[in-house]
């Protein structure tokens, strides 16, 4: 290894990603755990996962939580597995620039910097903050890139072309002015951290207490509900998520989709789970019915974003009154599936005073005496199908067999006759006395009745076992737009950006609204960003023009920040000598790093 280079680590909830400054990727990306292994004592630490001939039922213990290492020696054990089996590199000899979340309290701080110091023995060290990073490189990269191109179908219009000019010269001068909004998406949280001369301002900052961890947690416990327990399949269930799971532009048309249980369901996919024997890795059974509700969600969105630039060129021809119905029109879209779900129920109190109440009262005996009739009918024909009532029977038949199918099976269990699979799970599927996320986003959002969770479970001619989804592909992901469907009494992310700039200077709102950068690996499930736009549009004002880029690799932004940063020189300029740590301490050592 030549001597003195420079070791760049971004330490994620998940993962880790490590590589030499000045380089354009990272060597490796590697697991920020390390899995154990029922019957077996060897542990497998990060990368070595890869090894384990079974991932079926393994343990996972995570050095950092909600965001913050708080297992010192667990993560002392992870590096020590980068820096010496992955990167082959002597500490003694070589400098480390790690990053560190927001808000790191001081004892953690401490910590990571004696086991840089003194644990590794590194020469020099840096630790800079990931959001920091992640908009370093994001600003170069934009910076450098040009425009994309505007679709030819709108190019013709000038109402459209000045309103496209405005957003991307505006988006320009954030840029250059170091200015923006940097959503990060993790694994323990969602920031929105606003930046001003490509330093964040801290007081302005605004954290969700939702990330890809809650929302695996919320996914294992919808399935385990409906089809396979997979309470204790944490890995398998982290792939399936990252493999399957989308954002739904407008989920209350989505739904009805979802519940279909022929061909026309475009949300239902199998995933194909491992059992040991022939599939040691689960994985995808047929990837073109994964893409077939992305493909349709593309159309979709050119279609809205088409009618969209038609309404403001005609409120700019006609005034802004259209232009001010337009933007209402588009941002109760959203809303409409709430507003008519309990419309029957509220009947009776839309009409006013004692005449309509009197009204409801009669409708309502004219319904019962009309159900007696009918009962009175089938019990002379002899209670036979084919009433009224017979698919509501059936129905109720389909449900009380699935309430008991609904968490029996585990992963690769053999034995029984055939498969079983099919209708969506309702309600009655979640038992009475359990209460969870997983209850209320059934309960809030419809899930429970979203026709998903199935299972196929193996039969003698060693059919593999599928787990089915259809509406939990989308319902999921829903958590990072409205948290209080998990139990989580947060606003959400369009709100939290929205609460965010709104602490921050107010000359600075136009040029943050239009430089809005999306890290972060939950920001790569599909059509994240699109869904962002519709639910932030009706909550900034329209005068303000709002732009937003999805990083083109979001998982690995803080770290190519990093090694630009070692390529620019400043590392060296920043960073902190042992020399200097063993002489001043840590108080004298943290003020350097902060204020270099």
Not at 34 to 42: D, E, M, S
Not at 472 to 477: L, N, S
């Amino acid at each position: 290894m030549e001597k003195g280079r420079v070791v760049v680590l971004d330490n994620g909830g998940a993962t880790c990603k490590i590589g030499f400054g000045g380089e354009a990727e990272p060597v490796k990306v590697i697991p920020n755990f390390v899995a154990k292994a029922k019957g077996l004592k060897r542990p497998f630490v990060a990368d070595l996962l890869d090894t384990c001939p079974d991932i079926k039922g393994l343990g996972v213990l995570r050095p950092v939580d909600r965001g913050y290492v708080v297992n010192w020696d667990l993560q002392g054990s992870i590096w020590d597995r980068a820096f010496s089996g992955i990167l082959k590199v002597q500490p003694s000899s070589a400098s480390l620039l790690v990053s560190e979340p927001l808000f790191s309290l001081p004892s953690i701080q401490r910590s990571m910097d004696e086991l840089a110091f003194e644990h590794f023995g590194f020469r020099s060290y840096l630790r800079v903050p990931a959001p920091v990073l992640a908009y370093r490189y994001e600003t170069s990269t934009l910076l450098d890139s040009p425009p994309p191109p505007m679709p030819s179908s709108l190019a013709s219009s000038s109402a459209v072309s000045a309103s496209s000019a405005s957003a991307a010269a505006s988006s320009a001068m954030a840029l250059q002015a170091g200015c923006g909004l940097l959503v990060d998406a993790g694994f323990s949280f969602t920031h929105a951290v606003p930046i001003w001369n490509n330093k964040p301002l801290l007081h302005a900052v605004r954290r969700m207490n939702v990330g890809g961890k809650a929302l695996t947690n919320v996914l294992k416990e919808v399935v385990s509900y409906r089809a396979w327990n997979m309470m204790d399949e944490t890995l398998i269930m982290d792939h399936v998520k990252e493999s399957m799971c989308l954002v739904s532009l407008f989920p209350t048309r989505h739904l009805p989709l979802a519940r279909k249980r022929d061909t026309g369901n475009i949300f239902r996919a199998e995933y194909l789970l491992p059992d040991g024997v022939t599939l040691q890795r689960g994985q995808v059974k047929d990837p073109a019915a994964v893409l077939l509700a992305v493909k349709t969600q593309e159309a979709l969105w050119e279609q809205h974003r088409e009618e969209g630039e038609r309404e403001e060129t005609l409120s700019r021809r006609g005034g802004g009154e259209g232009r001010e119905v337009g933007r209402r029109k588009r941002g109760g879209d959203r809303h409409e599936g709430r507003k008519k779900s309990g419309s029957n129920e509220r009947v009776g109190k839309r009409e006013e005073g004692g005449e309509g109440e009197e009204r409801g009262r009669k409708r309502g005996r004219r319904g019962g005496e009309g159900e007696r009739e009918e009962e009175s009918q089938e019990q002379e024909q002899g209670g036979g199908g084919g009433g009224g009532g017979g698919e509501q029977d059936e129905e109720d038949e389909e449900d009380e067999d699935w309430d008991e199918r609904a968490g029996r099976g585990k992963p690769g269990a053999t034995g029984g006759g055939g498969s079983s699979g099919g209708g969506g799970a309702s309600a009655a599927a979640i038992p009475p006395g359990d209460s969870g996320s997983a209850r209320r986003m059934a309960g809030s959002r419809g899930t429970a009745g979203g026709g998903g969770g199935s299972a196929s479970r193996d039969g003698g001619g060693g059919q593999q076992p599928e787990l089915s989804l259809a509406s939990e592909r989308f319902m999921v992901p829903e958590g990072l737009f409205h948290p209080s469907d998990f139990g989580v009494n947060q606003a959400g992310l369009a709100e939290t950006i929205v609460a965010s700039v709104s602490a921050a200077p107010r000359v600075i709102h136009p040029l943050l609204f239009s430089n809005i950068v999306l890290v972060g690996g939950s920001c790569q499930f599909p059509f994240f960003k699109e869904r962002l736009e519709l639910e932030l549009r009706p909550l900034v004002p329209d005068s303000l023009p709002i732009h937003i880029s999805l990083s083109q690799s979001p998982v690995v932004s803080a770290w190519k920040g990093g090694s630009n940063l070692v390529r620019s020189g400043e590392f060296a300029r920043r960073a902190v000598t042992k020399k200097q740590y063993e002489e001043l301490g840590f108080e004298r050592c943290a003020e350097l790093m902060k204020h270099s």
